[in-house]
């Protein structure tokens, strides 16, 4: 059974930094796509930050040169390293891997508050 687990989250100030991981159970290979989510109070889950096909990289306008993701196939982790973090950051951060039959794997998400 694949899992995907989430960890690193937590409370920081307005402008300090945080790194989220995610290491899947199976080999990171695996995954045709990965990727970082985020759900802000009573908003939707959006894309913050993903790996496409070939490695490409994509994030979301907000979050442009600010965050950076990153991979460590040897570890089978994903990364998001967040600096200059702002309150509208706050949110459980998911990770979901997408196979290359299409399903999507999601982990049990994490929570980063960021207080002004």
């Known amino acids: 059974q694949v899992q995907l687990v989430e960890s690193g989250g937590g409370l920081v100030q307005v402008g300090g930094s945080l790194r989220l991981s995610c290491t899947t159970s199976?080999?990171?290979?695996?995954?045709?796509?990965m990727g970082w989510y985020r759900q802000g109070p009573g908003k939707q889950r959006d894309l913050v930050a993903g790996?496409?096909?070939?490695?490409?990289?994509n994030y979301a306008d907000s979050v442009t040169g600010r965050f950076t993701i990153a991979r460590d196939n040897a570890r089978n982790t994903v990364y998001l390293q967040m600096n200059s973090l702002k309150a509208e950051d706050t949110g459980v951060y998911y990770c979901?891997?997408?196979?290359?039959?299409?399903?999507?794997?999601w982990g049990q998400g994490t929570q980063v508050t960021v207080s002004s």
């Open positions: 199976g080999s990171i290979l695996n995954f045709k796509s």
């Open positions: 790996f496409g096909t070939g490695g490409s990289t």
């Open positions: 979901k891997g997408t196979s290359f039959g299409g399903y999507d794997y």
